[in-house]
């Protein structure tokens, strides 16, 4: 199975978590790339594709809808999704699930399919 694992990180978080997911499915030889380095023309080279964010507003951040918007419709590959926040308490399981909510309608637009969400 041919792995990407790609994010958008603003402050280091989420390129921590992208390279530790990395490190967790080493034996699958993962390649990990920031979000501006990836040409989303390329992306029917992989068969799953791990894109993470930061809660921005309880949604993706503008980079990642961006990117997810670009995907070519009935991909092959699959998603999996995650995502990184700041948010304290409660309010956490709200913003991820907000963020989860408008990445998987985009992605159901685009007939792709999201094997998981976490955040």
């Given at each position: 199975?041919?792995?990407?694992i ?17 490190e967790?499915i ?15 023309n390329?992306?029917t ?7 993470g964010?930061p ?20 991909a ?12 304290p308490g409660?309010?956490?399981k ?26």
């Amino acid at each position: 199975m041919k792995i990407l694992i790609t994010y958008f990180s603003q402050t280091g978080n989420t390129e921590k978590v992208a390279k530790s997911i990395g490190e967790g499915i080493s034996g699958e030889n993962p390649i990990i790339k920031a979000i501006n380095d990836v040409d989303v023309n390329s992306l029917t080279d992989y068969d799953l594709i791990f894109l993470g964010t930061p809660v921005h507003g309880n949604s993706l951040s503008k980079v990642a809808k961006k990117f997810l918007k670009a995907c070519p419709e009935n991909a092959p590959y699959k998603f999996a999704l995650f995502s990184t926040h700041g948010t304290p308490g409660t309010q956490e399981k709200t913003a991820a699930s907000g963020l989860f909510k408008s990445a998987t309608k985009i992605l159901t637009k685009s007939n792709i399919s999201a094997v998981e969400t976490f955040s």
